[in-house]
């Protein structure tokens, strides 16, 4: 692909997506492609791509290229390759007040991770670093992405 993607796309796209509804980058067009369940039924039907709404007719028309083994789409980054976990725990190990930084730490170890370090994260009022932070862990992992699949990018 000679047209740089635009890592916004990227992100967006790695937001976007869910266990069933993947998204996919374009290498022809540069666009990420996302793959909703209602794109997956109407691709599965027998409606011509021309009677569907028009929203829907660029998802099903790719969705149907892949499935006919095209390989010119890149699955985007998925939650398998995005670990959460790690970047509250390297979140925590960064926050310079050693009390808060414990107090993270601790809770992530155990049951409702998440929620519990969502809930410390608020009570400590350190929700803005904490989004920079992961906001940034995102933007590096869509770097590497790119870079692995040796396509040039534009950070807007």
Request: proline share 3%; with cysteine.
């Amino acid at each position: 692909m000679d047209k740089p993607v635009k890592l916004s796309d990227i992100l967006d796209g790695m937001e976007m997506q869910g266990e069933e509804s993947p998204c996919y980058l374009d290498l022809e067009t540069g666009s990420v492609v996302f793959l909703s369940t209602d794109i997956q039924s109407a691709a599965t039907g027998d409606k011509p791509v021309e009677d569907l709404s028009e929203w829907m007719r660029g998802g099903v028309t790719a969705l149907r290229r892949i499935d006919a083994g095209e390989t010119n789409f890149i699955g985007l980054p998925d939650r398998f390759e995005i670990d959460e976990y790690d970047m509250m725990r390297d979140f925590a190990y960064s926050v310079e007040d050693a009390d808060v930084s414990a107090e993270l730490l601790d809770a992530i170890s155990g049951a409702g991770a998440f929620r519990m370090f969502r809930s410390t994260v608020h009570r400590r009022r350190i929700e803005k670093q904490w989004y920079a932070f992961r906001d940034d862990a995102y933007k590096q992992i869509a770097r590497d992405w790119c870079e692995s699949h040796h396509l040039s990018y534009t950070e807007d």
